[in-house]
Nanobody, 126 residues
Framework: VQLQASGGGLVQPGGSLRLSCLASGFSLEHYAVAWFRQAPGKEREGVSCIVSRDGSTYYSDSVKGRFTISRDNAKNTVYLQMNSLKPEDTADYYC????????????????????WGQGTLVTVSS
């Protein structure tokens, strides 16, 4: 069971990036998948989640309207499209997965997820 996050990089404010979370060893279709981020000196925070039950998506207030999470079951990959990036979006981004249903009240709790990918660094700077 492995998650591999990729797609990070350096982008100017207002730019876009698309992160990918590729799963191997299991099918993401039956998992809730979330993206978290952690900036230097700060706690890891949840930014977006897509649940397995009906594909509903959730976003933190800080990224709502700018980020879009999606799932491609054929490619066993979850994406995070990030638009209108701001310097405060700079962080290591991690994907995490948990099989089955997940209460909305805990989708952004790190303890809710059993499987984690390595981080991919996003730097927003001019």
């Amino acid at each position: 069971v492995q998650l591999q996050a990729s797609g990070g990089g350096l982008v100017q404010p207002g730019g876009s990036l698309r992160l990918s979370c590729l799963a191997s060893g299991f099918s993401l279709e039956h998992y809730a998948v979330a993206w978290f981020r952690q900036a230097p000196g700060k706690e890891r925070e949840g930014v977006s989640c897509i649940v397995s039950r009906d594909g509903s998506t959730y976003y933190s207030d800080s990224v709502k309207g700018r980020f879009t999470i999606s799932r491609d079951n054929a490619k066993n990959t979850v994406y995070l499209q990030m638009n209108s990036l701001k310097p405060e979006d700079t962080a290591d981004y991690y994907c995490a997965a948990r099989r089955g249903s997940l209460s909305v009240s805990v989708i952004f709790h790190t303890a809710s997820y059993y499987d984690w990918g390595q981080g991919t660094l996003v730097t927003v700077s001019s």
